[in-house]
């Protein structure tokens, strides 16, 4: 072999072979190219660059070369051939004179020899024959092939096939459908190569790799060429007489397998999309904060709306798909007697119910804690707005009080004008005292803010400080401005008692009438009748307090008028009341102003009284409406639970009844709806409590949630009860007695059996069970066949097929790996370029990317183990 491996360099001088070479190597390699949807046209310029070259390599030999380089460059170009000429040698084929430098320069002859050494590598050394060469073994297999036809006497590669005689008897002699032997001369060597050719190609899937008129006008064709080219014929017919049948058989395991592969496939992308969701929406629900504004929380509870209806139900619907899919595949699995299927860790149907109760349990609560977040932020922002009412009437009061405490105008006054600032300071004094309350009340609403954490809180803080430290200051300058007048005091003879009686009524009756105006105005936040009944009693309560007011205000203003009388009487300018700064005119306004309010309260009061009384007719819809979709959903739910194996008739009765259910289900979705809507205005109305019903519109999803599951899980599990019965073959009598005894066991109603019910199920039904080591034993590799995943009980669905499980005619493993070996003549391996002759392409291919290496003495380059494929197909393993 080492002679053939080593290419004679001078056997490529003669012209009229290196011709024929091209002609057939070319032909050769488009053979296998074409897999590749590519070809070559001229062999010593289409292989200079590498690419098609490592390409050639992988097709022939089904692995995976390097990454090419995809420069342009020369020494691109090399590197690509260097990595196909160290594959060719890593298969153990010595290259002789042959550098990539050469084959990337075009030269014609090194090429054709390096094409020759793949073609001697790939299709020529695999050949053996009684242990000889592939040369020999080629050889003695036409010699075999061609004995019995006249005429033809095979002794080498290049004149014994010259008449084309040798060629059309190997056809014959496999194929005597496609060709007359007895019609052909030997004087018709033309003739003859263009039949063989031509049947070769159209029939064998032969291409045409050598020319008829070279071979006939050479003195002495090409013995390379030839050899190339009677390999294909040994390939093609080798093994085709026991091929169809072993290919057939492995067909149907293949297309259950590529099914079932199919289906956990599924699985796996349903439970890794649904896994993925619930873990991007779960911290979402979990993440209990907001921006502290009332639109921001508004706008998150839109988001909370739209997630509930349109994001949730679709992810409810893949998760009952998810399960009926895996119920299904376990099925089918059991059936093809194939083992049980367990997904990839994190993803059993076990992890991804954890993890929808997670998303569950992230989810509860989360609304009404955002009713209640909206709730308090409604607090806040009511509280701010009084906080700024009242800094506004304070910060009007204090306008100008600092300049007239800090004023010394005391030092330059007559003596009465200093009595009358004495009085003056005094009712001032007497104000300032009435605005303690207030400042007191604008700190206290301050604090409550921080304490609630309003957003706008530092605003709050700096206008609260602004207003305390110009109160301190006030206090501070009233104290000095007294102490300078007592010192200055010397005389009070000439009080106006009129003005100082203003003074003395006035102050207190323009305080009363603040307070009265801040009442009026006051803002508030009710959420039934009867606090809105509270506060018209309390505007009751005040407005009869209107009479004894309004006999003040006639004080008042009497004394203003007596004192003008005096000055007519006396032709005097009334002076100005040096004891106060209110005005009768102050005064009268701010009583206008107060009973214009009143009756406005008396409106306002009156409109929250209608809303209030709206919000509790929409409490009695909603009420009575929850009422009746809830008592609909319970009842539901309990005839759902009652179905199974506890009831009596055929499954397809029990399907027939749930299936009944599931579309009352699909009718009764508008008055779900219907609440949803009645639900949605009564948030909008910013209700939040509801005496006349124990439902929530919350509790009520859950319901319908868990009504709608119930149902996919019911009707998927009857359907896969029928499945299994009719593939077992079970009449309907013996599936009501195993009914009868499963359910006479099941004490607890739960469709399932413990452990110990399920062995005194079995001994009622005839199992000799001992009650020694040797019982438990046997009943333990009993619960190892009902009970694979150890899940501790056992269903009803594993209870139908254990007692029917000796029943099925399937397919084993031996079967298969008999097929294969028929395939691979009886060989202890199979390479690839068999399957893609035998197998069609899809299965061809999924036993090749699955087949693991051939590893036996007596491997040969690209084997692959049939044996341990074959065993996997019924065993555990990631098929």
């Not at 269903?795 to 298969?816: C, G, N, S």
């Amino acid at each position: 072999m080492e002679e053939e491996e080593e290419w004679d360099r001078e056997g490529l001088l003669d012209p009229a072979w290196e011709k024929q070479q091209k002609k057939t190597f070319t032909a050769w390699c488009n053979s296998h190219l074409r897999k590749a949807g590519t070809s070559i046209e001229n062999i010593e310029e289409d292989f200079r660059h590498g690419l098609k070259l490592m390409l050639l390599l992988e097709v022939i030999s089904g692995e995976q070369l390097p990454k090419p380089d995809r420069g342009k460059m020369r020494f691109h170009k090399i590197a690509n051939v260097n990595k196909a000429l160290d594959y060719i040698a890593s298969k153990g084929v010595k290259l002789v004179s042959i550098g990539a430098e050469e084959i990337v320069d075009g030269n014609v002859k090194m090429t054709l020899g390096m094409i020759w050494t793949i073609i001697l590598r790939f299709a020529i050394q695999d050949i053996t024959v009684e242990e000889l060469t592939a040369k020999e073994g080629l050889l003695l297999w036409c010699q075999r092939k061609t004995a019995p036809y006249k005429n033809v006497n095979v002794q080498n590669f290049h004149l014994s096939f010259k008449d084309g005689l040798a060629f059309c008897a190997l056809i014959h002699r496999h194929r005597p459908d496609l060709i007359d032997y007895h019609k052909l001369s030997k004087e018709n060597p033309l003739e003859n190569l263009n039949t063989a050719f031509d049947i070769a190609e159209k029939y064998l899937d032969i291409p045409r790799m050598l020319d008829p008129e070279d071979m006939v006008n050479s003195a002495k064709p090409d013995e390379r060429s030839v050899m190339a080219y009677v390999s294909s014929y040994y390939h093609a017919f080798s093994g085709a007489q026991q091929a169809e049948t072993a290919a057939n058989r492995i067909c149907k395991v293949l297309k259950i397998n590529q099914e079932n592969e199919r289906l956990m496939e599924e699985y796996e992308k349903l439970a890794s999309d649904l896994l993925a969701w619930i873990k991007k929406t779960k911290p979402w629900l979990e993440n209990r904060v907001t921006d502290n504004t009332l639109p921001g929380t508004q706008h998150k509870l839109e988001e909370f709306r739209d997630y509930r209806r349109k994001h949730k139900p679709p992810k409810l619907e893949d998760k009952a798909k998810l399960e009926n899919n895996f119920n299904t595949l376990q099925t089918r699995l059991r059936l093809s007697n194939r083992p049980a299927y367990i997904p990839t860790e994190g993803k059993l149907v076990s992890d991804i119910a954890d993890a929808w109760k997670g998303l569950e349990s992230a989810e509860k609560g989360f609304e009404e804690w955002l009713l209640s977040e909206l709730q308090r932020l409604e607090r806040l922002d009511h509280l701010a707005q009084k906080f700024r009412h009242k800094c506004e009437i304070h910060e009007e009061w204090a306008v100008g009080k600092e300049e007239m405490l800090e004023s010394r105008d005391f030092k330059k006054c007559r003596l009465n004008e200093l009595k009358a600032m004495k009085k003056k300071h005094e009712a001032f004094e007497s104000d300032l005292a009435a605005h303690q309350d207030r400042v007191e009340q604008i700190a206290a609403i301050a604090q409550e803010l921080n304490a609630l954490d309003y957003h706008d809180v530092n605003r709050v803080n700096t206008r609260c400080q602004t207003i305390c430290d110009q109160w301190d200051r006030l206090g501070q300058s009233t104290q000095r401005r007294r102490e300078g007048l007592e010192e200055a005091e010397k005389i009070l003879e000439r009080i106006d008692h009129l003005h100082l009686e203003f003074a003395k009524r006035a102050a207190p009756f323009n305080n009363w009438m603040d307070g009265a105006k801040e009442d009026l105005l006051d803002m508030f936040i009710v959420h039934t009748t009867e606090e809105v009944q509270g506060l018209i009693s309390a505007h009751d309560t005040f407005k009869s307090t209107l009479g004894e007011a309004d006999k003040e205000y006639t004080t008042i203003i009497t004394l203003v008028q007596d004192v003008q009388r005096l000055a007519q009487q006396y032709n005097m300018t009334p002076p100005d009341n040096p004891y106060t700064t209110l005005h009768a005119q102050d005064i009268a306004n701010k009583w206008r102003e107060v009973q214009e309010l009143v009756p406005k309260r008396d409106q306002t009061l009156q409109q929250e009284m209608m809303r209030q009384q709206k919000n509790e007719t929409l409490r009695r819809q909603f009420a009575n409406k929850a009422n009746s979709v809830g008592e609909w959903i319970e009842k539901r739910l309990d005839f759902v639970a009652a179905i199974g194996v506890h009831m009596k008739g055929s499954l397809e009765d029990h399907l027939n009844e749930i299936q009944h259910v599931e579309k009352e289900c699909h009718g009764f979705r508008p008055h779900m709806e219907e609440l949803e809507r009645i639900n949605q205005e009564v948030q909008e109305s910013m209700i939040f409590e509801n005496r006349y019903t124990q439902y929530t519109m919350e509790t009520l999803r859950v319901g319908w949630e868990q009504l709608l599951t119930a149902l996919a899980r019911n009707i998927n599990e009857l359907e896969n009860q029928i499945l299994t019965r009719d593939s077992k073959g079970i009449s309907a009598q013996q599936m009501n007695e195993f009914k009868l005894s499963f359910s006479h066991f099941d004490k607890n109603k739960t469709s399932r059996l413990e452990p110990k019910e399920f062995k005194a199920c079995l001994v009622s039904l005839g199992y000799n069970i001992r009650d020694d080591k040797q019982g438990e034993a046997d009943f333990q590799r009993i619960m190892a066949i009902v009970d694979p995943n150890r899940t501790g009980y056992i269903t009803f669905e594993a209870f139908i097929d254990f007692m029917t499980r000796e029943t099925a005619d399937t397919d084993t493993a031996e079967q298969v790996m008999h097929s294969f070996k028929i395939l691979a003549g009886d060989k202890p391996f199979i390479t690839a370029q068999i399957l893609r002759q035998e197998l069609p392409p899809d299965q061809a291919e999924y036993c090749i990317q699955r087949m693991a290496p051939y590893s036996g003495r007596d491997a040969v380059p690209g084997a692959l183990d049939y044996m341990s494929f074959s065993t996997a197909l019924y065993g555990e393993s990631d098929l």
